[in-house]
């Protein structure tokens, strides 16, 4: 049986058999004529396809190879946009993803170079600074509460002993809360590695469910919610040794009620804390408790006397000067509100000043009134009316205006960020 040898060539016009042909077969009989020009052509666009697309997937099929081997006008084939400066803007797009991923790998983790050496040595300054602090912010970043839930495994009611997952890490002395009735026990011995003694007996029969943690408040993050009588037990807290008397300050929502107690490292008996006093700012209540460790780490147990809920707790030094430069910015709100005061919770405040423009660049001062603590807590948060006593403001104008805020020691902060104020009724 003959076939057709078929040639990778694109054969123009496809010949049209004449009735006068005569019939003939063979490599070059008439009748095998227009089988092999489109044999011909088949080669063609199957060389074409097969260059499409290299091994590794890229485009490589150009308009001059249709254009030239197909016999198709390349007027036909033209693109809006070149195949090269797709290419040239895919390029660039993952040139621009791969720098974003540098960036991004630079500020996160254990090898994070910027973010993370700005965060280690924040987290450094507070502790070793020349005032130590310690916060909770709850997020695991910034918290007093250590990251221990030990799952219940058996527990009999009136035993002093208790089966858990693991002690690995406990110490004898930590002291935990069943989060199963919110009693407090303490370790008092580790008897084997799933076994611990505790102070007291239990009151309570558990079998693989219950769990001793550190706190019974519901902590989600950037806050925390607590039932009334349910506590929270800090880690050991270490501020600056040099220091007698450390201060706890909770910042929560107001009307709601607390009890603390602290017990110095390696001291069973826990004491009351002495509350210092209680203040209103920014629309959230700030209590203040004081403790005497004589520079020891201690331990905080915070219990609240009411449902509560707490923005966040922060311990420092008891110092009664203010240190140079810790006057939070203020931030400017709409018409003359302004909210955050305070040098890292302990400042007394001394005064507010406004500067008032007709350009956003306060190029063009137009009014400076200063008001001192003689106005008192009471009205430091809300400048409307006295602002508006100083100043006549014309409708339908538009004001630019800074607020910034001292103590009463005379450290200023820094400006805030410009706000705008427009008057659309009576002044």
């Given amino acids: ?45 199957r060389a074409l396809l097969s260059a499409q697309h290299s091994p590794e997937g890229a485009h490589v099929l150009t308009q001059d190879d249709v254009a030239e081997d197909a016999g198709i006008a390349e007027s036909k084939l033209a693109l809006s946009t070149s195949t090269g400066s797709i290419y040239a803007r895919v390029e660039a797009a993952l040139g621009s993803v791969n720098a974003l991923m540098g960036l991004i790998n630079n500020s996160q983790g254990a090898e994070g170079t910027p973010f993370n050496a700005i965060y280690q040595a924040l987290l450094l300054s507070w502790e070793f600074g020349a005032q130590g602090y310690a916060f909770d912010l709850f997020n ?22 208790v089966d858990v997952e693991s002690t690995e890490g ?93 017990r110095i490292e ?31 780490p201690f331990e905080l147990r915070i219990t609240a006397a009411t449902s509560a809920d707490i923005d966040h707790l922060c311990v420092m030094p008891a110092a009664s000067d203010v240190q140079l430069g810790m006057v939070r910015v203020p931030e400017a709100r709409g018409d003359f509100a302004i909210t955050r005061f305070g040098a890292l919770y302990d ?27 003689s106005f008192g807590n009471a009205t430091v948060w809300d400048f409307n009316s006295l602002v508006h006593k100083q100043y006549t403001f014309e409708l339908g104008t538009t004001y630019y205006w800074q607020v910034r805020q001292c103590t009463v020691e005379g450290e200023w902060s820094e400006w805030s960020l410009v706000s705008v104020y427009t008057p659309s009724g009576a002044n």
């Fill in 266 to 296: 390696e001291d069973s008996e826990w004491r009351p804390a002495g509350y210092v006093r209680s203040e209103l700012a920014e629309g959230l209540a700030y209590t203040v408790y004081e403790v005497s460790t004589n520079g020891a």
């Fill in 347 to 373: 400042a007394k405040y001394g005064g507010t000043e406004f500067r008032i423009a007709s350009d956003p660049d306060m190029a063009h001062i137009l009014a400076n009134p200063v008001f001192s603590e």
């Fill in 170 to 262: 406990i110490e004898v002395g930590d002291v935990f809360l069943l989060d199963a009735n919110g009693a407090m026990y303490t370790v008092a011995a580790i008897l084997t590695e799933n076994r611990m003694l505790l102070d007291r007996e239990l009151d309570v029969d558990l079998k693989n469910s219950g769990r001793f943690v550190k706190t019974t408040w519901a902590v989600s993050e950037g806050s925390a919610h607590a039932d009334a009588g349910t506590v929270y037990i800090t880690e050991p807290v270490h501020v600056e040794a040099t220091r007698d008397k450390s201060r706890l300050f909770i910042c929560h929502a107001t009307g709601n009620l607390f009890t603390v107690d602290y």
């Fill in 140 to 161: 695991k970043a910034f918290s007093l509460l250590p990251e221990v839930s030990l799952p219940v495994l058996e527990t009999i009611a009136g035993d002093d002993s």
């Fill in 1 to 45: 049986m003959g076939v057709l040898k078929e040639k990778l060539e694109w054969t123009a016009p496809i010949y049209s058999i004449e009735r006068t042909d005569p019939l003939m077969g063979g490599e070059l009989g008439v009748n095998n004529r227009q089988a092999q020009q489109l044999a011909n052509r088949t080669q063609v666009l």
